[in-house]
């Protein structure tokens, strides 16, 4: 079997849908045979991937097939000989998301081992193929599959055209991109949730941004990312306590400050825009990068305007460029343009360190208070709250 021959069979066998998607300077193609797919990938990729017309030339192209039949042929011609890759995931949650590897003389397949899925790689770099059962479609393992190889692909391809790929949310205000930097349970989607509810900010991203240097300024993207929220961050607000779930309605503050994955409730981001009566925004000029601690030990709260650069660990820690800490480099794309990338991130954080302020914020209350001197004082060196 060649790849040709997996494509004929799927266009003389299916019919499929096809777009085309733009980010961050990358154009795309995404193809479906189901609805059910189709859906789930718009509703996700909102508001932050927009739909444009048919291009002649786009930087890749992946179709997802729902087929029961194909998919086992496939699996039973893959090879005995393979590698394991570890795809992107909270290691800190449920595990990871392996995956097989086997070769073939012009594609490659990457077979998942906890879900019904294979990703078929045509040695281009250009063209895959997704392929899986109606079960897996029902076991609704869209997240642990289609959407990891997609947005492991999209990631690299923005890299491979300058950008820089780093852990934070953010938030767009009047002055600018505020990104809020930290590692997992740090606080970033507590931060979201209050600048947009309290400060009248809009929000750009959840949980990941693509930076790019465009014009001499720092262009960032938001990447559509699921909006999972602890039951902790819930508990803020009145209209959101009827979702946290039920072994968490009644838990102490010491519990809820825990942050266990069970306590996470999946918010849909157009849920999320009714609940802050604001819209997400695509992308806007950096201004401000928070490197947020919020946690119940913190005595103190205050920031620093323009940390010193030897004091950024966290920052650089949560760089996913061009080694993505949370996944191997399965796919291969741009690893020959591994050099070039650690150019592109050095040259972009030398132009931070620069032009861009960076704070340092710890805190467990008061958030909002810090929030409003942080955006309305930026030339402020020092401030503090003392917590009871």
Not at 227 to 252: M, W
Not at 332 to 351: A, D, F, V
């Amino acid at each position: 079997m060649n790849y040709n021959e997996i494509l004929n069979y799927i266009n003389a066998n299916h019919l499929i849908n096809n777009y085309y998607y733009s980010f961050c300077d990358v154009d795309f193609g995404c193809s479906f045979n189901n609805n059910y797919l189709e859906n789930k990938f718009k509703n996700t990729i909102y508001p932050h991937i927009k739909e444009i017309k048919a291009c002649l030339s786009t930087d890749f192209s992946i179709k997802a097939i729902v087929d029961n039949i194909f998919f086992e042929k496939i699996k039973k011609d893959l090879i005995v000989q393979k590698q394991i890759f570890i795809m992107s995931y909270c290691s800190t949650e449920k595990g990871t998301i392996r995956v097989n590897k086997y070769c073939f003389s012009d594609f490659t397949v990457f077979d998942t081992i906890k879900s019904d899925s294979i990703l078929v790689v045509h040695n281009n770099s250009h063209d895959y193929i997704y392929i899986t059962s109606n079960g897996s479609i029902m076991k609704n393992n869209f997240y642990k599959d289609y959407y990891m190889f997609f947005e492991h692909i999209l990631h690299k391809k923005c890299n491979e055209k300058g950008s820089i790929l780093i852990h934070a949310s953010a938030i767009s205000t009047k002055n600018g991109v505020v990104l809020f930097v930290g590692k997992k349970r740090s606080g970033k989607t507590t931060m979201l949730f209050e600048c947009c509810k309290k400060l009248n900010c809009s929000p750009l991203a959840v949980d990941k941004v693509h930076l790019k240097l465009e014009n001499n300024k720092i262009k960032v993207y938001g990447f559509p990312t699921r909006l999972r929220v602890l039951a902790g961050t819930l508990s803020k607000y009145n209209e959101l306590k009827n979702i946290i779930p039920l072994q968490y309605k009644n838990a102490s503050e010491d519990e809820l400050w825990k942050g266990k994955s069970d306590s996470k409730v999946d918010i849909k981001i157009k849920e999320f825009e009714q609940f802050i009566d604001k819209e997400f925004i695509n992308n806007g000029d950096l201004n401000l990068i928070i490197l947020n601690n919020i946690s119940k030990d913190n005595k103190k709260e205050f920031f620093f305007n323009k940390i010193k650069k030897e004091d950024t660990k966290e920052l650089l820690e949560n760089i996913y460029t061009p080694y993505n800490p949370e996944e191997d480099w399965w796919s291969g794309i741009g690893i020959n343009k591994c050099e070039q990338m650690e150019h592109n991130r050095n040259y972009m954080l030398e132009y931070i360190f620069d032009n861009i302020s960076i704070v340092s914020l710890n805190a467990k209350n008061n958030i909002v208070d810090l929030m409003k001197v942080i955006l309305l004082n930026p030339e402020v060196n020092y401030y503090e709250i003392i917590s009871n």
